[in-house]
């Protein structure tokens, strides 16, 4: 073997050397490539995977801000933006803080007679009390004022029913409909609550309140006489009351 054999099988072991460097580098690539293709295959298979894990169904409902089943089972929360309602730090006089809570919506049979079960037990009927205070947020008087007047009449109630006191009143004919003779009893203590008030120099909108409502005088002066005896000394806010104060 001469020199030019010797170099030129030199020269052939390098390119098998560097073949067989290329050939290791495509299978790591091809590897690799393989690996990324079967992950994005298993992202793939568990994102579209979206079936309740219940009753397998794909149709949901999207309510404060989660995501239920029509079977009613919640799934997390939704993927739109529900907004944030803060929590008003000055709830009114006619604010409710009862504790309640509320079925997700759904077309299952059963749930939806657990529902009307829920609601049913859970309902209050407002009373008598509530639908004078009720009258008191309506008359447009400040905060101060109905929350004063509407302390009153809870006061009072708590000594004696309101609702269960019977008066022989001229602005309740015979023939008045029921809801309309209750509604005016209603107005009547309310606008005597904020008299005593304007009694004790606490400007307010009695006399004004008494004509838009068609209250009687008699049967006005007669309940806020009532009342102011029933609370008497348990109120503070009537402490500089005036009882020389009469309606015009």
């Known amino acids: 073997m ?3 054999d010797n170099r030129n099988n030199r020269d052939n072991n390098d390119n098998c050397t560097e073949n067989d ?11 690799g490539n393989n690996d990324i ?12 995977n979206d079936n309740c894990p219940n009753c397998g169904s794909d149709e949901t409902e999207s309510v404060d801000g989660y995501e239920y089943c029509t079977c009613g089972l919640e799934l997390g929360p939704s993927d739109y933006d529900h907004g944030f309602v803060p929590t008003n730090p000055n709830p ?8 309640g809570t509320v079925m997700a919506p759904t077309v299952n049979p059963t749930y939806r007679r657990l529902d009307r079960l829920h609601r049913r037990e859970t309902y ?19 905060r101060a004022i109905v929350q004063a007047a509407s302390e009153i009449i809870e006061k009072a109630n708590a000594k004696e029913s309101l609702g269960a006191k019977r008066h022989a009143l001229r ?3 015979s023939d008045m409909p029921k809801d309309d003779a209750k509604q005016y009893k209603q107005r ?3 606008a005597a609550a904020l008299y005593l008030l304007y009694q ?13 409502w068609g209250l009687e005088k008699y049967d006005l002066l007669s309940v806020k006489k009532m009342l102011g005896i029933l609370v008497r000394g348990e109120v503070s806010s009537l402490s500089n009351r005036d009882h020389d104060a009469v309606l015009a």
Request: proline residues 3%; aromatic residues 4%.
């Open 200 to 212: 004790s120099r606490q400007n307010n909108r009695a006399r004004i309140l008494m004509q838009q």
């Open 37 to 48: 293709c079967s992950d994005s295959e298993n992202d793939i298979c568990i994102d579209d």
């Open 2 to 4: 001469n020199f030019e």
């Open 21 to 31: 460097s290329e050939n290791d580098i495509c299978s790591e690539i091809a590897k």
């Open 92 to 99: 009114g006089a006619d604010a409710n803080d009862e504790l």
């Open 124 to 142: 209050s009927r407002p009373g008598f009390v509530d639908g004078i205070i009720r009258e008191l947020v309506d008359s447009g008087e400040g």
């Open 171 to 173: 602005g309740i004919p």
């Open 188 to 190: 009547l203590y309310a």
